[in-house]
């Protein structure tokens, strides 16, 4: 195959957007992509900076990231990046039809599926709770047969959440699909039909009005927002979409839409090719030979951005205590190796997982470095969850260092 100038390992939220930052730098670029990749658990929201070390809540995300530590990934990648990356993003989204709203000022709020409050910094405008905190009432729609939404759990929940000052309301709607249970995404996928929108329109009508808000779970559509904008316009009144349980609708919207943008620029995607050895000469990579359905190919170009993930996706590894591995370049992987601090007793603690903090080691320019700061690979960059230094799931910051180091490493 034809050489590229850029090749891009990982097909995750951190993949796809190194490979638009780069096509948009001019460059060619082919996106090595291997499994469905983590949009259908990823609720498809930005969270840059929740919440800081002490677990208290970040106002301003932009202005906390200069406190945090210098190993942490917001430290090497820099301010300005972060800044243009959101910019980025927001455009290439709005391009696609689905803008986002939101800015690296403030948190945004959304409503999880069990009805607490999320603190977030990007999100696509179906999914605003901040319409709920002034409305005189909010209409809560269940739908019937659909599995791991409780209407009643997210109406007590959010309760505690809201105060009692507001009218409380439960609905439920009937997508007449029977003989099993549903997912969100079949009935997002009603929705999305003619005769399904006709029919939820009908059953929510009656609910509408003046000063409500209709909280629904995330079911507004599979595809991009215009479910969404065409109900509040028939309603005529605010909607506001839950976040939920996997798989994620609104994940799988972002997806689409990140997908259609990189054929736009034409980008070369190759399915189910995953990256098996990387080949070197000196200390630079030449090719990554990724296995197809029939055999390896090789795939050559001047620059590589490891995007394959951490410990859940498999990005990195451990057989044992201390054995970490990176598996496509072999780069020096950094986290505590002592048994009792691997891990915190409870999952959703006050404190950082050990575990989570584990990755790539890198310096500013997000290449791997030894324990001495030496560069291994003078033409491999590393982006998102391969990062090491930061907690995701503690700090709410997940899909903004995926952001953020996607556009550094692409600008590179």
Same mark, same amino acid.
């Given at each position: 195959?034809?050489?590229?100038?850029?090749?891009?390992?990982?097909?995750?939220?951190? +993949?796809?957007?190194?490979?638009?930052?780069?096509?948009?730098?001019?460059?060619?670029?082919?996106?090595?992509?291997?499994? !469905?990749?983590?949009?259908?658990?990823?609720? +498809?929201? @930005?969270?840059?900076?929740?919440?800081?070390?002490?677990?208290?809540?970040?106002?301003?995300?932009?202005?906390?990231? !200069?406190?945090?530590?210098?190993?942490?990934?917001?430290? %090497?990648?820099?301010?300005?990046?972060?800044?243009?990356?959101? /910019?980025?993003?927001?455009?290439?989204?709005? !391009?696609?039809?689905?803008?986002?709203?939101?800015?690296?000022?403030?948190?945004? $709020?959304?409503?999880?599926?069990?009805?607490?409050?999320?603190?977030?910094?990007?999100?696509?405008?179906?999914?605003?709770?901040?319409?709920?905190?002034?409305?005189?009432?909010?209409?809560?729609?269940?739908?019937?047969?659909?599995?791991?939404?409780?209407?009643?759990?997210? %109406?007590?929940?959010?309760?505690?959440?809201?105060?009692?000052?507001?009218?409380?309301?439960?609905?439920?709607? /009937?997508?007449?699909?029977? +003989?099993?249970?549903?997912?969100?995404?079949?009935?997002?996928? $009603?929705?999305?039909?003619?005769? +399904?929108?006709?029919?939820?329109?009908?059953?929510?009508?009656?609910?509408?009005?003046?000063?409500?808000?209709?909280?629904?779970?995330?079911?507004?559509?599979?595809?991009?927002?215009? #479910?969404?904008?065409?109900? #509040?316009?028939?309603?005529?009144?605010?909607? @506001?979409?839950?976040?939920?349980?996997?798989?994620? #609708?609104?994940?799988?919207?972002? *997806?689409? =839409?990140?997908?259609?943008?990189?054929?736009?620029?034409?980008?070369?995607?190759?399915?189910?090719? %995953?990256?098996?050895?990387?080949?070197?000469?000196?200390?630079?990579?030449?090719?990554?030979? !990724?296995?197809?359905?029939?055999?390896?190919?090789?795939?050559?170009?001047?620059?590589?951005?490891?995007?394959? &993930?951490?410990?859940?996706?498999?990005?990195?590894?451990? *057989? /044992?205590?201390?054995?970490?591995?990176?598996?496509?370049? &072999?780069?020096?992987?950094?986290?505590?190796?002592?048994?009792?601090? $691997? =891990?915190?007793?409870?999952?959703?603690?006050?404190?950082?997982?050990?575990?989570?903090?584990?990755?790539? *080691? @890198?310096?500013?320019?997000?290449? &791997?470095?030894?324990?001495?700061?030496?560069?291994?690979?003078?033409? @491999?960059?590393?982006?998102? *969850?391969?990062?090491?230094?930061?907690?995701?799931?503690?700090?709410?910051?997940?899909?903004?260092?995926?952001?953020?180091?996607?556009?550094?490493?692409?600008?590179?």
């Amino acid at each position: 195959m034809s050489k590229s100038d850029v090749v891009v390992i990982g097909n995750g939220f951190a +993949g796809l957007m190194s490979a638009l930052v780069s096509a948009d730098q001019g460059k060619k670029v082919t996106l090595l992509s291997y499994g !469905a990749g983590t949009f259908p658990l990823n609720s +498809g929201v @930005v969270d840059v900076l929740g919440y800081d070390d002490a677990a208290k809540l970040v106002e301003c995300p932009i202005q906390a990231i !200069a406190g945090l530590s210098e190993e942490h990934p917001y430290k %090497k990648i820099g301010a300005t990046a972060l800044e243009d990356a959101v /910019d980025f993003f927001k455009k290439t989204v709005a !391009a696609e039809g689905f803008p986002y709203v939101g800015s690296l000022k403030e948190q945004q $709020w959304v409503i999880t599926g069990i009805g607490t409050l999320k603190p977030t910094c990007l999100i696509p405008e179906s999914m605003q709770a901040s319409k709920c905190f002034d409305a005189n009432e909010i209409v809560l729609v269940g739908v019937k047969g659909l599995k791991d939404f409780y209407v009643d759990m997210l %109406k007590d929940n959010l309760v505690k959440e809201l105060g009692n000052d507001k009218k409380y309301t439960v609905a439920a709607i /009937d997508t007449y699909i029977t +003989g099993r249970d549903l997912t969100t995404r079949d009935v997002a996928r $009603w929705a999305d039909s003619e005769k +399904g929108y006709a029919e939820l329109v009908s059953q929510l009508k009656g609910y509408a009005g003046e000063g409500k808000v209709i909280l629904v779970p995330q079911i507004l559509g599979s595809q991009g927002n215009a #479910v969404y904008t065409k109900l #509040v316009k028939e309603l005529g009144c605010d909607v @506001v979409e839950t976040t939920g349980m996997p798989p994620s #609708v609104n994940g799988m919207r972002l *997806r689409d =839409v990140l997908l259609s943008a990189l054929k736009k620029k034409g980008i070369r995607v190759i399915e189910n090719a %995953k990256a098996e050895e990387a080949i070197t000469e000196g200390n630079k990579v030449t090719a990554i030979m !990724a296995g197809g359905e029939v055999r390896a190919q090789k795939y050559e170009a001047d620059k590589f951005i490891l995007a394959t &993930g951490g410990f859940y996706s498999g990005g990195i590894t451990m *057989r /044992d205590f201390g054995e970490y591995n990176e598996g496509v370049f &072999g780069l020096p992987v950094q986290g505590d190796c002592v048994e009792e601090k $691997w =891990v915190n007793k409870q999952l959703f603690s006050d404190k950082k997982q050990g575990f989570a903090m584990a990755g790539v *080691r @890198v310096n500013d320019s997000l290449r &791997g470095v030894d324990e001495s700061g030496n560069v291994v690979l003078e033409n @491999v960059y590393v982006v998102g *969850r391969n990062l090491s230094g930061y907690d995701f799931c503690f700090e709410h910051s997940g899909n903004g260092v995926a952001l953020a180091s996607a556009y550094k490493a692409a600008k590179a």
